[in-house]
């Protein structure tokens, strides 16, 4: 089983459009989440932290559920230059200085006019 | 400031070569990581880089190496080259050893092993 999963997508969605990703991670240990962002044959991008507050920016909103192991990103309004592939990662921290990020394969989102 | 910046941006290599990819953090940005994305995949961690030494290393065979230098680039090396080392190789800056989420990427070279 791989550490961070996520809904395999593609998701095509018309412009203005809800959408919604789920990510869940498999070790419980994990203490830092955030969704990057990835363009085609770009560098991610960090896009946002997510806390088990729930966290909200602009027209995104993460949620953490520790207890359920799981993470979300909603995007709301969506727009044209939303369309990229949405990375959900977890960071592992080992013997007390933070650890690597472990990425998902990522989730495509193509938004349409 | 400049972002973080890798050379060379592509490269074609023959199986069993060697090669060496670079990468310049931000200013100020004392800690380096590498990252393999094969295509269709997530980014996967191969090691950090900090004060010139490896911190911590993932799933990788030891055909993969670093280097720090003391102006915080890094320098990747992969031996022996197999055709499934073709990938985007990122690199990632940070600062203070650690690696909580603040990590900004350069724009990778793509490697094609044939």
């Known amino acids: 089983r791989k550490e961070v999963e996520q809904d395999p997508g593609p998701f095509n969605v018309p412009e203005g459009a809800t959408v919604a990703f789920n990510c869940t991670y498999s070790?419980?240990?994990?203490?830092?989440f955030f969704w990057y962002r990835q363009d085609c044959r770009k560098e991610p991008k960090l896009l946002m932290s997510?806390?088990?507050s729930g966290n909200e920016d602009g027209r995104f909103t993460a949620q953490l559920n520790r207890a359920s192991q799981y993470i979300s990103l909603l995007i709301r309004d969506s727009k044209l230059s939303d369309s990229a592939t949405y990375l959900c990662?977890?960071?592992?921290?080992?013997?007390?200085?933070?650890?690597?990020?472990?990425f998902g394969k990522g989730t495509k989102l193509s938004v349409k006019p | 400031d400049a972002g973080v910046t890798q050379s060379p941006t592509h490269l074609i290599k023959t199986r069993g070569q060697q090669v060496t990819l670079r990468c310049s953090p931000k200013?100020?940005?004392?800690?380096v990581s590498w990252y393999q994305q094969a295509l269709g995949q997530g980014p996967q961690f191969i090691f950090q880089?900090?004060?010139?030494?490896?911190?911590q290393r993932g799933n990788f065979p030891d055909r993969f190496s670093g280097h720090q230098f003391p102006n915080y680039s890094s320098e990747l090396n992969v031996n022996a080259l197999l055709l499934g080392d073709s990938a985007l190789y990122l690199c990632?800056?940070?600062?203070?050893?650690?690696?909580?989420?603040?990590?900004?990427f350069g724009p990778g070279t793509r490697l094609t092993v044939t």
């Open positions: 997510v806390y088990s």
């Open positions: 880089y900090y004060e010139e030494e490896e911190r």
């Open positions: 070790n419980s240990a994990s203490q830092s």
């Open positions: 990632a800056c940070s600062v203070g050893g650690g690696a909580v989420g603040k990590q900004y």
């Open positions: 200013s100020g940005h004392d800690t």
């Open positions: 990662v977890v960071n592992r921290d080992y013997g007390g200085s933070q650890g690597n990020l472990i």
